[in-house]
């Protein structure tokens, strides 16, 4: 099971940090992914990080404001967000999938949490 939280309303430039965490006992093996879906759109991949945390992957329109993190000790994972813009509002998803295989696609994932909405404002 995944817990997300940390979602809330923020104004353009600021920054957020996400956490999911996990109540299974099988976290580090799994690849993390984190995804979100606007109003009106489909869900969109965001970032992914594999399962030590030596491989992480974003979305072009995150890259370099966003950073995927991951706590296996914690069985958690994080992103945080910085210079968040009013286009990154969206109700953001955590997921878990068993291979690096397909990190970019909510095909490649097997679980999901249950999304927290990040607003921001202009």
């Known amino acids: 099971q995944l817990q997300a939280s940390g979602g809330g309303l923020v104004q353009a430039g600021g920054s957020l940090r996400l956490s999911c965490a996990s109540s299974?006992?099988?976290?580090?093996?799994?690849?993390m992914g984190w995804f979100r879906q606007a109003p009106g759109k489909e869900r969109g991949f965001v970032a992914a990080?594999?399962?030590?945390?030596?491989?992480?992957y974003y979305a072009d329109s995150v890259q370099g404001r966003f950073t995927i993190s991951r706590d296996n000790a914690k069985s958690t994972v994080y992103l945080q967000m910085n210079s968040l813009k009013p286009e990154d509002t969206a109700v953001y998803y955590c997921?878990?999938?068993?291979?690096?295989?397909?990190?970019?696609?909510?095909?490649?994932?097997?679980?999901w949490g249950q999304g927290t909405l990040v607003t921001v404002s202009s």
């Open positions: 990080i594999s399962h030590v945390g030596g491989n992480t």
């Open positions: 299974g006992r099988t976290f580090s093996s799994y690849t």
């Open positions: 997921a878990a999938g068993p291979t690096w295989a397909g990190y970019n696609s909510y095909r490649g994932y097997s679980y």
